[in-house]
């Protein structure tokens, strides 16, 4: 049998940052009780006692400090309250992507309403756009031509897109950026209602099929079989009568 991997110093997870209990080095320590009140320099084990009487733990707060702070805490409670604060931080943070779209001073007007579809597209996806200009040769020698197709594409753009950054020269290219509006993804959502509604419609009529009764049989017509039987009778009967 192949012998398991043993987790090398690379591989283990770090330890804590925070010098709890035992773990704390130094001889003395100034202490500060639970509820926050300064109980003054202690030596460690005194320190350590004290926050055992408590049911706590005692927890280093300031290492640099002369002597070091530690405080008397629920050290699991801490540090469960930290995880979520960074948690919520995480979730508010708003997390900005930035697309980039090169155009040619002489473009084609059906490569410029294909560039503008995808700047179209990232401005209702709620990213930022950096357009670019990209000069060759003599090109340069005529920067107005890149500024006035930047500032045409922003002017066509202006529902769901805003200027952040002009159109500036950064040697052979020039860099415009925009950002989305308010505006910005609004139609797409608007676009996305119509289809459910329309499937909540199909489904509200579905539903009114199941509960309509079911139709009941025609009782005077009968089976091929039951006529032809009553037509046999009834010539039977034709003669008979007669007699």
Do not use: C, W
Request: charge should be positive; proline fraction near 8%; charged fraction near 35%.
């Amino acid at each position: 049998m192949r012998p398991r991997r043993r987790p090398g110093p690379d591989r283990l997870p770090p330890p804590p940052q925070d010098r709890v209990n035992d773990s704390i080095r130094a001889s003395q320590v100034r202490l500060i009780g639970e509820g926050g009140q300064q109980l003054g320099i202690k030596s460690t084990r005194e320190a350590l006692e004290y926050a055992f009487s408590k049911n706590l733990d005692l927890v280093e707060v300031a290492a640099q400090a002369d002597p070091p702070v530690a405080k008397v805490m629920d050290y699991g409670k801490h540090r469960y309250e930290q995880e979520q604060k960074a948690k919520l931080a995480r979730k508010h943070q708003t997390q900005i992507n930035v697309k980039e779209i090169k155009l040619r001073p002489k473009i084609g007007i059906h490569d410029y309403n294909i560039k503008k579809g995808h700047v179209e597209r990232f401005l209702n996806q709620r990213a930022k756009v950096k357009v670019t200009i990209m000069f060759r040769g003599r090109e340069q020698t005529h920067p107005e031509r890149g500024r006035d197709l930047l500032m045409r594409l922003a002017d066509e753009l202006k529902e769901i897109g805003q200027v952040e950054s002009p159109p500036l020269q950064d040697g052979r290219n020039m860099v415009m950026v925009l950002g989305p509006t308010k505006n910005a993804g609004v139609k797409r959502d608007a676009e996305n209602e119509i289809p459910q509604r329309s499937e909540e419609a199909v489904q509200g009529d579905g539903e009114r099929d199941d509960l309509a009764p079911p139709r009941q049989p025609d009782v005077a017509s009968g089976s091929p079989r039951e006529e032809e039987a009553g037509e046999t009778e009834a010539r039977t009967a034709g003669p008979a009568g007669r007699a």
